[in-house]
T-cell receptor, first 119, second 113 residues
Framework: GAVVSQHPSRVICKSGTSVKIECRSL??????MFWYRQFPKQSLMLMAT?????????EQGVEKDKFLINHASLTLSTLTVTSAHPEDSSFYIC???????????????FGEGSRLTVL | AQKVTQAQTEISVVEKEDVTLDCVYE???????LFWYKQPPSGELVFLIR??????QNEISGRYSWNFQKSTSSFNFTITASQVVDSAVYFC??????????FGDGTTLTVKP
């Protein structure tokens, strides 16, 4: 099946620094990628939707200047947490969709997740 | 707006018992997809099943089975003869026309030996 890879899987950083998380579709072209955030023992909350070559669409309450999303190619989307603070500590998961694949299956393919800890 | 409700926050069973995880959804879309995912302690989401809104056939895969009832907007998941390795958080999700997926709050299943 389609594979989505996320990197890094774990990152620890100091407060005030910026952290970049990569999401790659390994064997298909991802026209759309979604970024989710998951707090401990909670559900996945959609943060933003990014389409290749255009600006990301952020969900209500998500600071676009805080969480920068770049979907520069059909196989890569990045999430940058700028000036991270301890409250940004969370599990971030990306998912990717191919228009062609979605037409057949409607399926989203998820990365392994990235656990961010801000000290 | 779409919504997914998993009323059971936590379920604890003894190994070999059958267990059903409930999922009720709301959507205005006529075409949509329903999913179940398993999230073990390591955090990655493991895809279990996908159903589109036009396919109400129930499905069985080994010890897993799913009951899709469009009339009651439910998509329940049953594990037969549960095993300790089934312990995880299970999420029900709905993907509508806009492509966004909405997840339920998850059900934490603990299977005791």
């Amino acid at each position: 099946g389609a594979v989505v890879s996320q990197h890094p899987s774990r990152v620890i950083c100091k407060s005030g620094t910026s952290v970049k998380i990569e999401c790659r579709s390994l064997d298909f072209q991802a026209t759309t990628m979604f970024w989710y955030r998951q707090f401990p023992k909670q559900s996945l909350m959609l943060m933003a939707t990014s389409n290749e070559g255009s600006k990301a669409t952020y969900e209500q309450g998500v600071e676009k200047d805080k969480f920068l999303i770049n979907h520069a190619s059909l196989t890569l989307s990045t999430l940058t947490v700028t000036s991270a603070h301890p409250e940004d500590s969370s599990f971030y998961i990306c998912s990717a969709s191919s228009g062609e694949l979605a037409g057949f299956t409607g399926e989203l393919f998820f990365g392994e997740g990235s656990r961010l800890t801000v000290l | 707006a779409q919504k997914v409700t998993q009323a059971q926050t936590e379920i604890s069973v003894v190994e070999k018992e059958d267990v059903t995880l409930d999922c009720v959804y709301e959507t205005r879309d006529t075409t949509y997809y329903l999913f179940w995912y398993k999230q073990p302690p390591s955090g990655e989401l493991v895809f279990l099943i996908r159903r589109n809104s036009f396919d109400e056939q129930n499905e069985i895969s080994g010890r897993y089975s799913w009951n899709f009832q469009k009339s009651t907007s439910s998509f329940n998941f049953t594990i037969t003869a549960s095993q300790v390795v089934d312990s995880a958080v299970y999420f029900c999700a709905l993907r509508g026309n806009a492509g966004k997926s909405t997840f339920g709050d998850g059900t934490t299943l603990t299977v005791k030996p």
